[in-house]
């Protein structure tokens, strides 16, 4: 039973030991590809720019039609890679906006905080209005009424 216990804190050490190994490397490779992404989009810009300028009037940089349609190829490639990207942030901005707003309609629809809440708390304001107005037009009466006592 002993070397059993032995066995399976010796095999949960190790795989242990391995996960961590693993989740370090998991992180590090995507540090690398996130400094690579970067570095690649250095590179497409410059690619970019140095067309740009190609283009204009007073340009020292010239290139031909094959470096041009590269170079674009190129962006095209790296804006199409993007593309993907946009498309699943929008789409998880859109369920965020949704859930929020699914959020709002509930709160809206609460019988302890909604619309229905705030149509009961304004009758309830009426009704303690009336009542403390009719608390005051009783205390004038009854100062009226003491005053004519006390003054006869």
Known sequence: MRSGLVLLSAIRAV??????????????SKTVLRHSN??????????????ANSFTTN???????D??????GVANSALSALLPTFAEQHASAEREMELQL???ASCHDS?????EAGAVHA?????NLAASNQCDESLANAVATQIQVCDA
Do not use: P, W, Y
């Open 38 to 51: 970067f570095l690649d989009a250095k590179v497409v810009l410059k690619s970019v720019q140095k067309i």
């Open 111 to 115: 019988q302890e905080h909604g619309f």
């Open 123 to 127: 009758q309830e304001l009426v009704a």
């Open 15 to 28: 795989s242990s030991n391995t996960c961590e190994t693993d989740a370090s490397s998991l992180l590090q």
């Open 59 to 65: 340009s020292a940089d010239t290139m031909s039609t």
């Open 67 to 72: 470096d041009v349609t590269d170079a674009l």
């Open 102 to 104: 699914g959020e709002i």
